[in-house]
């Protein structure tokens, strides 16, 4: 068993960028508040839970897995070519509020004021970045085989009032983790397999919740450098690779060639899928931990709130005082920012870059452009208070699809991975929306969900075009299932599978 300290990665600044991203979805979630409910089901991605944990503590799968190929030159053995594997995950850290009592003791509290602030307890985190292996890419395979340490600790910090009076103290814990990182390397069909697992291995028996997520890794993903050797792309592969990169099997993790665009020397696997070379978005200022929102509807969201829910969000966590605090300095220019720009696909910048045959500048640096709308505005009020997607209808294969019908679903546009999981199923239309440019648009929510009805009450629907349903006679048995009232209006929605407009 090797204890390693956790160390920093040399020139990923820009990977390290998106890994963050990675790491830190989910961590705290708008409004960012302690007492939000969403926010006591946090730690979405990526978390391997103890291998010890009892059936009631819900704790997650404790392993993954993922392959990747390589491109390896002849004679690469003899010129030390290899690659470099690191692992980063959170560490949860539980930070407890203590009062003060006048016998001297001290006993927990969920809140304490402290010189007129409040100071919550909560689960915090700590980031963890270890290099388990460099693996030689030797064309006649091999192995390593590494169990990593994590230490647990306590530290404790004085709470004082304005006069300098103890009045309480945080004592923040963290339980010893330990993570085994397993690699092999063969041969197939010209490029050599990589494969990477990592598994928590807690030697604890985690009986609830709360003790499972204590001993979990948390947002895991891997980084991987080649030296002397390039990565292939898994979801482009050439096709010579093809066949290859067909038999690689992913598992809770999913490989993407990371760094700057053309590279081949650096891969993400991520417990999110990406794709190849992800950026961060040129206009975000910085995290917001909620990736599935757009920063300038979440940034607009966090001014509305009042200075007491302010308050609290600063005093549940350091990263969301970090944020309440940004948005309440921004100017009106850094909003403008966040609002992005146009730009025109098929303009001359993107079909010169089409043409090129030399490397061409990238696309972002190119004006927008100017869009004639022939004196019509974008947007005419006049013409969408004519639209009613409580009442509007699409006809699909001859039958009238409107707010309440049954229709089962056959996802073909693939935009979202979840469409795999859609294919078959039943769903109930709860809105027929149409966009300013002329495409309808089908909002849905499943039967068969447990959580359809607090979906609706939210008003988080999903979306397919009409040729992607199939109506559901009205004789169908599903329909008298369906009976209930569904002439409540739909809240606006905040999630979407596609944004119609």
């Keep these: 068993m090797t204890p390693l300290t956790p160390t920093a990665p040399v020139g990923l600044d820009h990977v390290r960028a998106i890994a963050d991203a990675v790491l830190y979805e989910g961590y705290l979630l708008y409004p960012y508040r302690a007492g939000s409910h969403k926010n006591q089901s946090r730690w979405q991605f990526g978390v391997l839970g103890p291998p010890g944990a009892a059936p009631g503590s819900f704790a997650e799968d404790p392993g993954m897995a993922m392959q990747v190929l390589l491109t390896v030159p002849d004679g690469v053995s003899a010129v030390g070519a290899e690659v470099t594997v690191r692992l980063r995950f959170l560490q949860l850290q539980v930070r407890e509020v203590q009062r003060l009592d006048e016998d001297g003791g001290h006993t927990p509290v969920g809140r304490l004021d402290v010189a007129g602030v409040p100071v919550l307890s909560w689960d915090e985190a700590v980031e963890c970045e270890l290099d388990p292996a460099t693996v030689p890419l030797d064309r006649r395979g091999g192995s390593t085989d590494e169990l990593l340490t994590v230490p647990g600790g306590e530290e404790t910090e004085p709470l004082t009032d304005e006069h300098g009076v103890t009045v309480g103290r945080v004592v923040r814990r963290r339980e010893p983790l330990a993570a085994r990182v397993r690699t092999s390397t063969t041969w197939d069909d010209g490029f050599l397999r990589l494969s990477v697992s990592v598994d928590n291995e807690h030697t604890g028996t985690a009986t609830d919740k709360d003790t499972a997520i204590r001993a979990s890794l948390i947002g895991t993903h891997l980084l991987l450098q080649a030296h002397g050797a390039g990565f292939v792309s898994l979801r482009e592969p050439s096709d010579e690779a093809a066949p290859a990169a067909a038999r690689c099997e992913q598992r809770g993790c999913w490989p993407v060639l990371a760094g700057a665009k053309g590279s081949t020397d650096t891969v993400l696997g991520a417990p999110i899928i990406l794709y190849d070379h992800p950026e961060i978005a040129e206009q975000s200022p910085g995290a ?63 079909r010169a870059a089409a043409t090129a045959t030399a490397p061409v500048a990238d696309l972002r640096d190119a004006e927008p452009a100017a869009f004639d709308t022939g004196g019509v505005p974008w947007w005419d009020p006049a013409a969408d208070a004519a639209v009613s997607p409580e009442s509007d209808v699409v006809v699909i294969e001859g039958v ?102």
């Design 288 to 350: 917001l931990f909620d990736s599935t929102e757009i920063d300038e509807i979440l940034t607009l969201r966090v001014m509305t709130m009042t200075e007491e829910e302010k308050a609290e969000a600063r005093a549940t966590d350091p990263r969301a005082r970090e944020i309440i605090d940004r948005c309440d300095t921004m100017s009106a220019d850094d909003l403008q920012r966040l609002h992005g720009l146009l730009r025109d696909p098929h303009g001359p910048a993107a």
């Design 400 to 501: 009238p699809v409107t707010k309440g019908s049954l229709v089962r679903v056959h996802p073909s546009r693939r935009a979202d991975a979840q469409d795999l999981f859609f294919a078959g199923q039943v769903a109930r239309v709860t809105a027929v929306l149409s966009d300013v440019d002329g495409g309808v648009h089908v909002a849905l929510v499943l039967v068969d969900d447990p959580a359809a009805e607090m979906h609706d009450w939210y008003g988080r629907y999903f979306y397919f075009a009409p040729d992607e349903l199939q109506p559901l006679p009205a004789g169908d048995p599903r329909q008298a299932d369906e009976s209930r009232d569904t002439t409540d209006s739909p809240r606006q929605p905040e999630h979407r599978k596609e944004n119609p407009s």
